[in-house]
C-alpha cells in the first residue's frame, strides 16, 4: 500500500517540527534518580557526621536520604535539624515513619522531591552517598548555593575536582568504607 501526501503537509512540516520541539524544550523535566538506595550501616553514618564536624543547632541535609537514617542520628545524636529529600515515595514514607515514632518532627523534615531542584543554602553539613558521576552533576549547586566553610561529606564516592579536607577508611560489617570530607573554601 503506498500512501501519498499533499505538498500542504510538507508545507506545514517545519512549522510542526518546530512547535514540537518548542513544546517539549519548555515540558518539566523528570526528576532523575542519580542512585541506587543502599543503605549506609549505622556506625558509618555516626563516623559520617563526627568526620563532618557536625554540631548542635547546625542545619544538615541529606540529599537522596533513603530511610533516613543520617537525618535521624543527626537530630538524636548530635542534635542538629535535618532535612532529607529523596525521590521514592516510599522510602518517604518509611522515613516520616521513623522520624514520627522517634518523636523527631520538629528537628527532621523529609521532602519528596528532586535533590536537583532543592535549595540547600541552609546547609552547614551536606551528606550524600551518590555515585561519582552523581556528585558531578550536584557539584556546581553546591558550589553555587553553600556557604563558605560548609562541610560536604560523601561516603564511598569523591566528588571530582574537590581536595578533600579528610579521608578516612573504616570498617563495618567487614566490609571497608571510604568516607570523603570536604570543606567549601572561605571567600
Not at 541506587?36 to 549505622?42: E, K
Not at 543527626?74 to 529529600?85: C, D, E
Not at 541552609?122 to 551528606?127: E, G, L, R
Request: proline fraction near 6%.
Amino acid at each position: 500500500m503506498r500512501m501519498r501526501f499533499s505538498s500542504s503537509l510538507f508545507q506545514a512540516l517545519p512549522a510542526l517540527l518546530a512547535a514540537a520541539s518548542l513544546a517539549w524544550a519548555q515540558a518539566p523535566l523528570q526528576p532523575q534518580k542519580l542512585a541506587p538506595y543502599v543503605t549506609s550501616p549505622q556506625p558509618i553514618v555516626e563516623k559520617m557526621l563526627e568526620l563532618a564536624r557536625l554540631k548542635s543547632g547546625e542545619t544538615l541535609y541529606d540529599l537522596g536520604c533513603g530511610d533516613g537514617r543520617i537525618l535521624l542520628s543527626a537530630a538524636r545524636n548530635f542534635g542538629a535539624r535535618a532535612y532529607g529529600v529523596e525521590l521514592s515515595p516510599t522510602l518517604v514514607k518509611r522515613a516520616q515513619q521513623m522520624v514520627e515514632s522517634q518523636g523527631l518532627q520538629d528537628q527532621v523534615k523529609i521532602l519528596q522531591g528532586d535533590m536537583m531542584q532543592i535549595d540547600v543554602s541552609a546547609a552547614n553539613v551536606v551528606a550524600l552517598y551518590l555515585m561519582t558521576d552523581a556528585n558531578a552533576q550536584l557539584r556546581p549547586k553546591l558550589e553555587r548555593e553553600l556557604k563558605p566553610g560548609a562541610r560536604v561529606v560523601s561516603l564511598e564516592f569523591k566528588i571530582k575536582g574537590w581536595k578533600p579536607a579528610r579521608v578516612e577508611k573504616v570498617e563495618a560489617h567487614r566490609h571497608p568504607y571510604t568516607i570523603y570530607v570536604y570543606e567549601l573554601p572561605q571567600k
